[in-house]
C-alpha cells in the first residue's frame, strides 16, 4: 500500500477512461465525450465544408482549425477562462491542432476547412490529453480520412527526489508536493505508426530521466489506444446492425 498514489492507484495505472461517440448526433458531422478520472472533454467536428472566405482556402489541403474552450465550473478555483485571450488556453489549443495534422489526410479535402470544438467540462489534470482523445474519435465520429488515431496520456515522477515514475496525473499530482517541484511530461502518439506527434515538458530534466518519463507516458497512450479502439469497434459495430436492419438507434430530436 506504501507504493499506491493519492487516489489509489498504482504507479503505471492510468485513470478510469469512459468513452462516448457521437453523443450530439444532431448538432455536428462528428462528437465524442471522454472521460479520463474526474476530467472530462466534450469534443465536437464541423465540416469538411467550404470555406467561408475564399482568401482563406487551400488549394492542395483543407485547414483545420480547433478551438479550445474551458468550462465556468470546470477549474478548481471557478475561474473564468477567456478561449480568446488565455496564453496557456491558445498554446493548448496549437498544440491539439498540431498533433491532429500530423494524422488527418487533408490532402484529401482541398479548398475545405475542418473544424473542431472542443469544450472541457471538468478539469482534474490531463485536460489536453482528454482533449486529444476526444478530438480524434470526433474526427473518426465524422467520418474524416486519418492515418492512425492520435492516442494521449501524462506522465511524471513523484517520490523523493523523483525516484518514481507515475502515469497519467491529476490536478494534485501536476501541483508537486510542499518543496516539491511538479514534472509533468504530456505525450501524444500514433501507435499503430510508432510516432510520437507531441511531448512537452517545462520542468529540468536529466537526459535518462526524460527517457524515463517520455517512455512511461508512451506505455500510458498505448493503454488509451487500446480503449478508444474497442469504443470506435463497438460504436462500428451498433452502426452496421442498425444498417442491416437488427437494430434500431433511438435519437432524442430536441423539441
Request: hydrophobic letters at 45%; aromatic letters at 2%.
Given at each position: 500500500?506504501?507504493?499506491?498514489?493519492?487516489?489509489?492507484?498504482?504507479?503505471?495505472?492510468?485513470?478510469?477512461?469512459?468513452?462516448?461517440?457521437?453523443?450530439?448526433?444532431?448538432?455536428?458531422?462528428?462528437?465524442?465525450?471522454?472521460?479520463?478520472?474526474?476530467?472530462?472533454?466534450?469534443?465536437?467536428?464541423?465540416?469538411?465544408?467550404?470555406?467561408?472566405?475564399?482568401?482563406?482556402?487551400?488549394?492542395?489541403?483543407?485547414?483545420?482549425?480547433?478551438?479550445?474552450?474551458?468550462?465556468?465550473?470546470?477549474p478548481a478555483d471557478r475561474r473564468v477562462v477567456n478561449p480568446n485571450t488565455d496564453r496557456r488556453c491558445l498554446e493548448q489549443?496549437?498544440?491539439?491542432?498540431?498533433?491532429?495534422?500530423?494524422?488527418?489526410?487533408?490532402?484529401?479535402?482541398?479548398?475545405?476547412?475542418?473544424?473542431?470544438?472542443?469544450?472541457?467540462?471538468?478539469?482534474?489534470?490531463?485536460?489536453?490529453?482528454?482533449?486529444?482523445?476526444?478530438?480524434?474519435?470526433?474526427?473518426?465520429?465524422?467520418?474524416?480520412?486519418?492515418?492512425?488515431?492520435?492516442?494521449?496520456?501524462?506522465?511524471?515522477?513523484?517520490?523523493?527526489?523523483?525516484?518514481?515514475?507515475?502515469?497519467?496525473?491529476?490536478?494534485?499530482?501536476?501541483?508537486?508536493?510542499?518543496?516539491?517541484?511538479?514534472?509533468?511530461?504530456?505525450?501524444?502518439?500514433?501507435?499503430?505508426?510508432?510516432?510520437?506527434?507531441?511531448?512537452?515538458?517545462?520542468?529540468?530534466?536529466?537526459?535518462?530521466?526524460?527517457?524515463?518519463?517520455?517512455?512511461?507516458?508512451?506505455?500510458?497512450?498505448?493503454?488509451?489506444?487500446?480503449?478508444?479502439?474497442?469504443?470506435?469497434?463497438?460504436?462500428?459495430?451498433?452502426?452496421?446492425?442498425?444498417?442491416?436492419?437488427?437494430?434500431?438507434?433511438?435519437?432524442?430530436?430536441?423539441?
Open positions: 500500500l506504501s507504493h499506491l498514489r493519492n487516489d489509489g492507484r498504482a504507479p503505471n495505472e492510468i485513470r478510469h477512461v469512459k468513452i462516448q461517440i457521437s453523443p450530439l448526433p444532431q448538432t455536428s458531422s462528428g462528437s465524442a465525450l471522454v472521460h479520463m478520472g474526474l476530467t472530462a472533454a466534450l469534443a465536437s467536428v464541423t465540416g469538411p465544408a467550404e470555406c467561408q472566405r475564399a482568401s482563406s482556402q487551400l488549394s492542395d489541403r483543407a485547414i483545420l482549425t480547433v478551438n479550445l474552450k474551458i468550462a465556468p465550473f470546470a489549443a496549437r498544440a491539439i491542432e498540431k498533433a491532429l495534422e500530423a494524422a488527418v489526410l487533408l490532402h484529401l479535402y482541398p479548398r475545405a476547412s475542418i473544424e473542431v470544438d472542443v469544450v472541457v467540462l471538468a478539469d482534474d489534470g490531463g485536460r489536453l490529453c482528454a482533449a486529444i482523445n476526444a478530438a480524434t474519435l470526433a474526427l473518426i465520429d465524422a467520418g474524416i480520412a486519418m492515418k492512425d488515431m492520435v492516442c494521449a496520456c501524462s506522465a511524471g515522477v513523484s517520490g523523493d527526489e523523483g525516484s518514481e515514475t507515475i502515469v497519467d496525473l491529476n490536478r494534485s499530482e501536476m501541483m508537486g508536493g510542499v518543496g516539491e517541484s511538479a514534472v509533468y511530461l504530456p505525450c501524444a502518439i500514433m501507435p499503430q505508426r510508432g510516432t510520437i506527434v507531441l511531448a512537452q515538458c517545462e520542468s529540468r530534466l536529466g537526459l535518462k530521466s526524460f527517457e524515463r518519463v517520455l517512455e512511461a507516458a508512451v506505455d500510458g497512450c498505448e493503454v488509451v489506444f487500446g480503449l478508444m479502439r474497442k469504443a470506435v469497434r463497438e460504436r462500428a459495430g451498433v452502426l452496421l446492425a442498425a444498417k442491416s436492419g437488427g437494430i434500431s438507434i433511438d435519437v432524442d430530436v430536441p423539441r
